[in-house]
Structures are given as structure tokens and as C-alpha cells.
């Protein structure tokens, strides 16, 4: 859902943003669909999630990423363990939401609803992470 929201938001942008949008897990199952709840909360907003399947985060990406996102202050902990070269790229999503918590909720298993908070999360997120991105990150793209 994260990956989905972020490369909805980057399809307003009128040049193409200088970075490319992943989504890889860290327990998940490769090749694995999106849960039907995320693909109907997506769907609510107008996001196609059918097509998804899931991916195992590899060193690879971590040496290429100029950012990673992390859910969840744990999923954060993990990676560093896993990855140890990941050169302070790692950062939470909700890092730059406006207020709130910086944790994600994780809907997994449970009913739409919680699917649909989690969007809500996510997307709320999204601006702060741009701005992030745009003047941090990639400064001379501006934005």
C-alpha cells in the first residue's frame, strides 16, 4: 500500500522525480499477492494493487536506495541488523507526517477497517515524505 500511495503521489509531479519507488519486505513471502483487504482499501482511492506481489529486501537495494522506509520502528531495527552497511538511509514512513504517531499500524489479518487505517496512515505521511525527499535527499530536483 505504502509503494502504491507513494507512486500515485509521484504521478501528479509534472517532471519525473530523479528516484525510482521499491516495495520489499523483510518476513514476507516472495511472489506472494496483496491481501484482498489492501487491495479493496486501494481501490477506494483509486489505486490498482491486483498486479502486486510481493518481494524479500535484498543488500542490493539497500547499497542502491538513497532512502528506505520502514513501517515500523522493529521492521527499522531489523534491517540495520540485516544489513549493517545500510549507510544511515533508514528512515521511518510516518517520519514526516504532520502528527501522530511514527509508527504504521499493521493491518495484517485483521478486517477492512484496520486495512483502511493504514492506508489512512500512509497517505497521511506522504507530503512530509516528499518534501523529505525533494529537499534532502534529491535538492536539486527542488519541489
Given at each position: 500500500m505504502a509503494a502504491g500511495l507513494l507512486r500515485h503521489a509521484l504521478d501528479g509531479e509534472d517532471n519525473k522525480p530523479p528516484f525510482r519507488v521499491d516495495s520489499a519486505g523483510i518476513a514476507s513471502q516472495p511472489g506472494t499477492k496483496a491481501s484482498e483487504n489492501s487491495i479493496i482499501a486501494m481501490k477506494k482511492v483509486g489505486i490498482d494493487l491486483s498486479k502486486h506481489k510481493s518481494s524479500q529486501l535484498t543488500p542490493e537495494q539497500i547499497t542502491q536506495s538513497a532512502a528506505v522506509f520502514c513501517m515500523t520502528s522493529a521492521h527499522l531495527?531489523?534491517?540495520?541488523?540485516?544489513?549493517?552497511?545500510?549507510?544511515?538511509?533508514?528512515?521511518?514512513?510516518?517520519?514526516?507526517?504532520?502528527?501522530?504517531?511514527?509508527?504504521?499500524?499493521?493491518?495484517?489479518?485483521?478486517?477492512?477497517?484496520?486495512?483502511?487505517?493504514?492506508?489512512?496512515?500512509?497517505?497521511?505521511?506522504?507530503?512530509?515524505?516528499?518534501?523529505?525527499?525533494?529537499?534532502?535527499?534529491?535538492?536539486?530536483?527542488?519541489?
Open positions: 531495527r531489523m534491517i540495520e541488523a540485516l544489513f549493517p552497511t545500510h549507510n544511515g538511509q533508514l528512515r521511518l514512513f510516518r517520519e514526516y507526517a504532520s502528527s501522530g504517531s511514527k509508527e504504521v499500524p499493521d493491518p495484517f489479518g485483521g478486517d477492512l477497517d484496520e486495512y483502511v487505517k493504514c492506508r489512512d496512515s500512509l497517505l497521511d505521511a506522504i507530503p512530509g515524505m516528499l518534501r523529505f525527499l525533494y529537499q534532502e535527499v534529491f535538492p536539486q530536483r527542488g519541489g
